[in-house]
């Protein structure tokens, strides 16, 4: 959801620079700077940032320059008498001189400077709409760029857990080989081979590895990865979807790790727990 996009209105007295930039978010945050003149626009320039957006946390900010044109300030006489008058009486009972410096002091204080508010005109903000929209398109098209790559990576990664997956398999013997050995070896050292009844050995052996079973961990979480990649083909948004299967992708993956009594089941496991972090922190820029 990272995007950037910039557009310049040239107005009549004034050349208006809109810039746009979008982070990762799970809503829309929308934060804008925007000069006096625009402030009556706030909430529809955040409606026409929702609409073309959607989601991020997204900074508007307008910057305006004035041309050689546009009219300057106009000195506030009231004020400016009102100032010079108490400054000059202060300056006597202090036994200052008044000088010409005490009028330029006078013109640092607030409001001797006041300026027209203007009305905006219903050309110029139709020339600024136009401008926003265009910075939209351009964070858009960022955002476009970026997906494409992001729409490689995620789908290596699943396909690598997938294939993580199917390499447990040649591990399942050999796990439970060893559950059985070390389960036959725990009971020699307390009880005598004699002592054992093989039959119901047997069973418990059966019960206990039943529990160790991972055949559903491993179809659900190659079901999840299916699912996965099928709505990553998807059109409109899918991030939040995306983000609830990895979910359950994450909790298979666990599952799997705890009952795996196997080291490389085990490493396998914690490859997998590598690549879903990495597919997690890239669904937070899916729309």
Known sequence: MTGYGKAECLLPDKKLTIEIKSLNSKQLDTHTRLPALYKEKDLEIRQLIAAGLERGKVECSFYYELTIEAGSGIINEPVVKNYYDQLYRISG?????ASLELLSTVMRMPDTIRSEKPDLEDEEWKAVKTGLQQALQQVNGFRVQEGESLDNDLRERVISISGKLTQVQQYEEDRIRQIRERIGNNLALYLKKD?????????ELIYYIEKLDISEEKVRLANHCKYFLETMEDSGTAGKKLGFISQEMGREINTLGSKANHTEIQRLVVEMKDELERIKEQILNVL
């Open 93 to 97: 009972e202090l036994g200052l001189e």
């Open 195 to 203: 002592d054992v009844d093989e039959n119901r050995f047997e069973q």
